[in-house]
């Protein structure tokens, strides 16, 4: 290759104000030095050629962030040639014209968190969430379609198989997707209290295809997408009833959804078949740092994360 193309990580941690247990879920230590999850998506990431890391938080968490992760990030990725930024949802951000409903008391979901990043993204970049494992064959899918020739209008996705993604402790929900015979979405299924049986999965004690294909919110972007973003989160405020609002948000996969409907976009499945996990309830820590452990005596991660970067 003549040159690196640039791509870039963005991770939604402006959630991290919601709390299990009296403490920060995203910033849960779970590896063997107190390594949070961010951390191993971070160095999956780098190790599958992305080049830039924006962090989206809000202003409040900054101090705290930092301190648990960006400055230690950031010292890590300098020593690699990664471009750290930082990105800040807050409620008030909104478009022209929209006023701040008085009682709204947090920000708009994970479209806005993505149309925080709005100059800061010249680049095809994946799209994570803060507290969730994908494993390492996801970024490197995605990366590897970011980096081919695709329309501005091609999007792609980290398809995770369904049983591989449940919780021991209760139950999840998850986008069941459908896709055409060439592996482009068409649909994907909101399906709630998705839980774990002895033969696969149910929902309300009806089957559920173990092995269909979820989305876990981990999508591959492109810098035209931000301003089909702006618009939609234009739509968004004129769609949505007065007595909806101080409860709605504004969700990246139900508006990307809405593009493919309109055919403003495509959609491409890249399936995985890597363990996903996070912390869903209190309860999943004790797994994951098993699944860490586990991992790094499998020798799919060094003791000391970072040094085989």
């Known amino acids: 290759m003549s040159e690196t193309k640039q791509t870039a990580l963005v991770i939604m941690a402006a959630g991290i104000g919601s709390r299990f247990g009296g403490g920060i879920k995203q910033l849960e230590p779970v590896g063997l030095h107190g390594e949070i999850i961010m951390d191993y998506s971070i160095h999956d990431a780098i190790e599958a050629g992305f080049n830039k890391v924006v962090f989206i938080i809000r202003h409040d968490i900054a101090e705290a962030f930092r301190e648990a992760i960006g400055d230690r990030i950031a010292a890590t990725c300098a020593r690699l040639g990664v471009e750290i930024a930082y990105a800040y949802q807050e409620k008030e951000d909104l478009p022209a014209g929209v006023s701040l409903p008085a009682d709204r008391t947090k920000p708009w979901g994970t479209g806005q968190a993505v149309l925080a990043c709005k100059g800061l993204l010249n680049e095809p970049f994946v799209v994570i969430n803060a507290d969730d494992y994908y494993g390492k064959e996801a970024f490197v899918k995605i990366h590897d379609f970011l980096v081919q020739d695709h329309g501005d209008s091609e999007l792609?996705?980290?398809?995770?198989?369904?049983?591989?993604?449940?919780?021991?402790?209760?139950?999840?929900?998850?986008?069941?997707?459908?896709?055409?015979?060439?592996?482009?979405?068409?649909?994907?299924?909101?399906?709630?209290?998705?839980?774990?049986?002895?033969?696969g999965a149910e929902v309300e004690g009806k089957p559920v295809d173990a092995?269909?294909?979820?989305?876990?919110?981990?999508?591959?972007?492109?810098?035209?997408?931000?301003?089909?973003?702006?618009?939609?989160?234009?739509?968004?405020?004129?769609?949505?009833?007065?007595?909806?609002?101080?409860?709605?948000?504004?969700?990246?996969?139900?508006?990307?959804?809405?593009?493919?409907?309109?055919?403003?976009?495509?959609?491409?499945?890249?399936?995985?078949?890597?363990?996903?996990?996070?912390?869903?309830?209190?309860?999943?820590?004790?797994?994951?740092?098993?699944?860490?452990?586990?991992?790094?005596?499998?020798?799919?991660y060094k003791e000391d994360l970072f040094s085989d970067l």
Request: charged content about 25%; glycine content about 6%; hydrophobic content about 45%.
């Open 211 to 300: 092995d269909s294909l979820v989305s876990m919110n981990m999508w591959g972007l492109t810098p035209a997408f931000m301003d089909l973003l702006d618009k939609g989160f234009v739509e968004f405020f004129a769609n949505t009833p007065e007595d909806k609002i101080l409860k709605a948000e504004y969700l990246l996969p139900i508006y990307i959804d809405q593009l493919l409907k309109r055919s403003a976009v495509s959609v491409k499945v890249l399936k995985t078949d890597d363990k996903w996990f996070g912390v869903t309830y209190k309860e999943d820590k004790d797994f994951v740092v098993a699944s860490f452990r586990a991992l790094i005596e499998a020798s799919v």
């Open 156 to 199: 792609c996705m980290a398809g995770f198989v369904l049983k591989n993604t449940l919780s021991e402790n209760g139950g999840v929900t998850r986008g069941i997707c459908r896709m055409d015979a060439s592996g482009y979405l068409t649909d994907v299924e909101e399906t709630s209290n998705i839980v774990k049986t002895a033969t």
